[in-house]
């Protein structure tokens, strides 16, 4: 199983950005060093290990699927969430029950691809795509099949005529799931409107008559709660008709609170739920149980919120900045779009400029020591269309401004060259 | 996959403990209640989370194979251990960058078995074994052979008769890796001596000739450090010659600390090691980093072995309040050994006494609130021999002594009626 696991891009770019201290990371996603909690969380600490009784229950093992209160608590607010947007439901979706806490939401990601999905299935990806999840699904021997993204999202005619395509291949019985990464996407930035996420789910249901089984849609919701302003977020899936059974809504304390105590969770429909916990109590029988304490007082505090509020400035700011030294020293043949939250700006290069790692550009940037993430590396392997090499992504997440500004100076003088 | 994947035991058991506040659980594996470091882990957090720039780090994400320092810790620590015993020799197999940081040793007994195993593979596992390896196990489709424990621990003979077998079968290309508890094994509190340790890696040795690959030895040392009194324990099996490139070393620094904060680690042969860090790259990217700052400031401050000792005095103390008691309430027809360490004391009624989940014996036990866990849990799924069903596994960790007194007498009343 696992010798068909190729390296991860992702832990040689970590790797990268940790050993090499000189190098001006863009690559990873990495959260702002400056306002880690770092006080708060030592606070938070002092006061769960203060008492005897809570401190002993945080040291104890908790359950598999998570801390009940965590649980309940994680789940009320996604249902907020979701009631505050446009054409929100609540509903049997966001039962406690169907919470679980996971380390980090990639665990969750993990988990459910495992119990979804054997060796030759098939998911349905966006193009591009978060690069880790590539990563599961080659671990896993899985195939991918990719489905266009719009400055809208997903492009629930595009799903269409891929699954179309599928059918006539007769391989719709080996399709599972489709995977798309909603809020501010890694790595486009792109926001997924309800209606599209709608006609998805439409879509799915429609294919899986045919398919013989369910085909599972997996909203990755990380960066739900990191934008950077204050407009009104669509409602995640889970309020659409039917998603109760079909939607698996994955998101993360860590990234919105301090990525060294990764939380993450899901609500998942009760059948995978259940393999879900039974796989996770073979990987490690349940979430460390400090860390879910720490994010429970956090949470109940009002800490989290608070933190948030202040990290979502941080990221605005740094993204502005971000943005401005492209406008100054990236070449006008360079394109890009302004994110409204996440960590990610996807720049373009024109279609004839590779960025992969043995690219010129990728080789000279490292040479002055900046590091991105290269585009193609987003991209599954799909073989019904090629895979587009000329594209970055940039983090402002974990560079310091300054860093940043030279980054994004020296990476427009490689490009400047190069185009 | 993950359909394939059965409910574990080990959750129901866990729930039954902690939704069920009147039962006295003897089955679950819980670290004893009143010694958890509530007051050490505390300094140790307020230690490392004073610091800003420590508490950044702690709260950033880190390396997937874990924290430089920890790991360099960890291995050090190992080889000291061996260091201290006969036969021991240091070398390779103790190089930090062998070292894997997990969340807990199950999560490296997991990634190892998914690194080396293919569906269908065997596992060769004692018999009887830690039954959350089982669960591992069957979730990834695995078969399994189980080798006779004696006192001295794996019986090599019967790991050649097996294996011999096997090849007669046309299988040897199967067979993958040898699972073994080597210290207070779970659930016997057998310990391995050395020789059979070197007998067993002779006996792998010598059949994957004709199986055409490698058959690791996978040594669980997970209760290595719970030893009740003070006598030497034989090295692990990484002294023996050739171990660098076949044995992988699995423990952990949370049974012997705080089960809330989940760090356990390994020790692997180079390959297994970098296909074990790109699977956990895929799960997780890495153990929370804040746990591994707790355990590493632990460990060098010097609160680990100190906590260790107190620990070590609390169970040996635990254990013979359940053995006085086990002399006293269970009836003569019932035998235990006298565990050195661990957590369990593993009773065996008479043969035709059936101690299984729908047994008299456990329905008994259940109505007046005692759970223990039954001794056919712990055995494989062999075809080749039938499945001992008249044994149980006690634990000591959890349970209050008081507690435990009337749990046994509740048992032994049972018993007393059932035999």
Redesign the interface.
């Given at each position: 199983?696992?010798?068909r696991?190729?390296?991860?891009p992702?832990?040689w770019l970590?790797?990268q950005a940790?050993e090499r201290p000189r190098v001006i990371s863009l690559a990873?996603g990495?959260?702002d060093?400056?306002t880690?909690?770092?006080?708060e969380?030592?606070a938070l600490?002092?006061g769960i290990?203060?008492s005897?009784r809570r401190?002993?229950?945080?040291?104890?093992?908790?359950?598999?699927a998570g801390d009940a209160a965590l649980r309940a608590c994680a789940a009320a607010r996604v249902r907020v969430q979701d009631a505050g947007a446009p054409g929100a439901r609540g509903g049997a979706a966001y039962l406690p029950e169907r919470l679980l806490i996971?380390?980090?939401s990639?665990?969750l990601l993990?988990?459910v691809t495992?119990?979804?999905?054997?060796?030759g299935d098939i998911v349905l990806v966006e193009d591009p795509t978060y690069f880790?999840y590539l990563?599961?699904v080659q671990?896993?021997g899985l195939r991918c099949r990719a489905v266009r993204l719009t400055p809208e999202g997903l492009d629930g005619e595009d799903l269409k005529r891929v699954l179309t395509r599928l059918g006539r291949e007769g391989e719709l019985g080996r399709v599972k799931l489709l995977y798309m990464v909603s809020y501010h996407q890694n790595p486009t930035a792109i926001t997924t409107s309800l209606e599209r996420k709608r006609a998805a789910l439409d879509v799915l249901r429609h294919f899986e008559r045919r398919a013989g089984h369910p085909i599972y849609m997996v909203e990755d919701a990380a960066y739900r709660e990191l934008q950077a302003g204050d407009a009104a977020l669509p409602a995640s899936a889970l309020v659409l008709a039917g998603a109760a059974e079909r939607v698996v809504y994955a998101s993360t304390f860590s990234k919105p609170f301090?990525?060294?105590?990764?939380v993450g969770y899901g609500l998942l429909p009760r059948a995978v739920h259940?393999?879900?916990?039974?796989?996770k109590?073979?990987?490690?029988?349940g979430?460390?149980?400090?860390?879910q304490?720490l994010l429970l007082e956090a949470l109940r505090s009002g800490v989290y919120d608070r933190h948030l509020a202040v990290l979502r400035k941080r990221y605005a700011c740094k993204a502005a900045v971000m943005l401005d030294a492209l406008r100054e020293h990236f070449p006008p043949a360079v394109g890009w779009d302004e994110p409204r939250g996440g960590l990610y700006v996807w720049a373009r290069l024109p279609p004839r400029h590779k960025t992969g790692l043995r690219s010129r550009v990728f080789r000279e940037a490292m040479a002055r020591d900046v590091l991105y993430v290269p585009g193609a590396m987003c991209y599954a392997d799909d073989p019904t269309r090629r895979k587009p090499a000329h594209e970055m992504r940039l983090s402002f997440g974990g560079a310091r401004t300054g860093e940043m500004r030279v980054g994004i100076e020296r990476l427009g003088a490689v490009l400047a060259e190069v185009c």
């Open positions: 199983m696992g010798l696991t190729a390296p991860p992702i832990a970590m790797r940790l990873v990495f959260t060093e400056a880690l909690p770092v006080n969380t030592r600490l002092e290990l203060r005897t401190g002993r229950a945080a040291l104890q093992y908790g359950t598999t996971t380390n980090g990639q665990q993990y988990l495992e119990a979804l999905c054997d060796p880790v990563g599961i671990s896993h301090a990525t060294g105590a990764r259940q393999v879900a916990v039974r796989l109590a073979n990987h490690d029988f979430t460390a149980n400090l860390l304490q």
